[in-house]
């Protein structure tokens, strides 16, 4: 069985560098996908969704319309391999981001809920 280092990066309580189960690490990429802003990191400007900048944005249907589109695109383009979405909703809710996952994954055939909250620093 492979593990992962855990996300974020830590030790466990041995000062040994945490590790992820399956399940675990993928919730911790979905969750970097999620929230890492495009131009975030140095050698893949197009990665992340900008999912956090929706907390300053003003709520209607169309946004929310449009940000459950460019989640789910960049879900798809990064953890295509891994995950297939089967639901997804986002809400914004003064300082936090709330995004509803249900998805396959595709190595076990299992679905998972998730829930990932994000707040704007």
């Known amino acids: 069985m492979r593990t992962h280092i855990a996300f974020p990066f830590r030790l466990d309580r041995r000062g040994r560098t945490a590790r992820a189960?399956?399940?675990e690490h993928l919730a911790d990429l979905v969750e970097q996908v999620l929230f890492t802003s495009p131009g975030e990191r140095v050698m893949r400007p197009d990665f992340g969704c900008g999912l956090l900048d929706l907390v300053f944005a003003p709520n209607s249907p169309e946004l929310a319309?449009?940000?459950?589109?460019s989640v789910h695109a960049a879900?798809?383009?990064?953890?295509?391999?891994?995950?297939?979405?089967?639901?997804?909703?986002?809400?914004?809710?003064?300082e936090v981001v709330r995004v509803r996952l249900r998805y396959l994954v595709r190595a076990t055939g299992e679905h998972r809920d998730e829930i990932f909250e994000g707040r704007r620093a």
């Open 21 to 23: 189960g399956h399940h």
């Open 65 to 69: 319309a449009t940000v459950e589109l």
């Open 75 to 94: 879900l798809q383009r990064w953890l295509g391999d891994l995950v297939e979405v089967d639901a997804l909703e986002v809400t914004a809710e003064d």
